[in-house]
């Protein structure tokens, strides 16, 4: 069954550094997305990406955060100038292009800052 | 502001015990409330999507219902392989990128 698959598994990171995590999402999907989940909090809507473009963030994806699908399979997060706060796991999840699909997720990117 | 509420925040069964779990939401004009299973160090995996009050889905001893204001997730004859967070979340109206609303989910936990 096709999945999410996301790189790496564990990142460990000193403040103030800049870091990309990486999603291959499933590959006749065309809506990307990621989430993240602070310990012991809920799992908190981050961005949206369709057709090339942010098509609905949050108000916790500032000028820090920022995606790109730099080619046919990939899509990353690259999180600037890291902050102890942004220590959380990282989810990628992709849909299908009707919008009764679900949103299927990877196991995630645990996001440690130092 | 949506809002998902899930209770309760951990329950315990004997195996074999059934129980339901709830998920209450307010949104304005749900799209669809989806069910997710998350175990340790994984990403949610998906369950169910519900639509409209009165739909009910099944898979195996879940069954998922829907009202105007909440969700339940029963669960029959549980196995101590049920055990996992049991994640409830929203999808609100006609936003453009069709994000999820979580809730805080419910740690479910079926002992032998």
């Known amino acids: 069954e096709p999945e999410v698959t996301q790189t790496p598994s564990h990142q460990v990171t000193q403040m103030g550094q800049e870091v990309i995590l990486r999603c291959v999402p499933i590959?006749?999907?065309?809506?990307f997305y990621w989430y993240r989940q602070i310990l012991g909090q809920k799992v908190e809507f981050l961005v949206s990406f369709y057709n090339n473009e942010i098509s609905e963030k949050s108000e916790i994806f500032d000028d820090q955060f920022s995606v790109e699908r730099p080619d046919g399979s990939n899509f990353t997060l690259k999180i600037r100038s890291t902050k102890l706060e942004d220590s959380a796991m990282y989810f990628c999840?992709?849909?299908?292009?009707?919008?009764?699909?679900?949103?299927?997720f990877g196991d995630g990117t645990r996001l440690s800052i130092l | 502001e949506d809002q998902v509420t899930q209770s309760p925040e951990a329950l315990r069964l004997q195996e074999g015990e059934s129980s339901s779990l709830n998920c209450s939401y307010t949104v304005s004009g749900l799209r669809g409330l989806f069910w997710y299973r998350q175990d340790p160090g994984k990403g949610p995996e998906f369950l169910f999507t519900l639509y409209s009050a009165g739909e009910e889905k099944e898979k195996e001893r879940l069954k998922a219902t829907l009202t105007k204001k909440e969700s339940f997730l029963h669960i029959t004859a549980p196995k101590p392989e049920d055990s996992a967070t049991y994640l409830c979340?929203?999808?609100?109206?006609?936003?453009?990128?069709?994000?999820?609303?979580f809730g805080e989910g419910t740690q479910l936990t079926v002992n032998p």
């Open positions: 979340a929203v999808q609100e109206g006609e936003t453009s990128g069709s994000r999820l609303t």
């Open positions: 590959s006749n999907h065309l809506y």
């Open positions: 999840a992709s849909r299908g292009d009707s919008s009764n699909q679900p949103q299927h």
